[in-house]
């Protein structure tokens, strides 16, 4: 499941609605809701999102959050290293044969823990 997917769900079941009802609000069919909330199909394009947020009626942070989520819900994630450092495919690799293993502790950490260092280096760009 994608992170977009489970917010979904939660807000999708939060108020008892099913997915054919969500579906036929959002003017698409069941089985594409289905397939988006178990995260076996691509994040939503921009439209889309906004057809759920406006579905939903939430405002301003929650609707940052959705749209983020969307960025970071892509259930087969290419990594391409071709042209960077010995350490950024052996990283790359690395995850890709390990993920699995990790528990949710362990992966909000790292998660977490790459998302400071990114932020550090926005911060300093500006």
Request: charged share 30%; hydrophobic share 45%; net charge positive.
């Amino acid at each position: 499941m994608t992170p977009f997917a489970a917010k979904i769900r939660q807000m999708r079941r939060a108020r008892g609605l099913t997915q054919k009802e969500m579906a036929a609000a959002l003017g698409v069919s069941p089985a594409y809701l289905s397939a988006l909330e178990h995260g076996r199909r691509s994040p939503p394009n921009w439209a889309m999102v906004q057809k759920i947020i406006g579905f939903f009626n939430v405002i301003w942070d929650e609707a940052d959050e959705l749209q983020r989520l969307a960025t970071l819900s892509h259930p087969r994630v290419v990594v391409d290293t071709a042209g960077l450092s010995d350490k950024a495919t052996a990283l790359a690799n690395l995850v890709a044969r390990h993920i699995a293993e990790l528990d949710e502790k362990e992966l909000a950490r790292l998660f977490d823990e790459l998302e400071g260092i990114l932020e550090k280096k926005r911060k300093k760009t500006e």
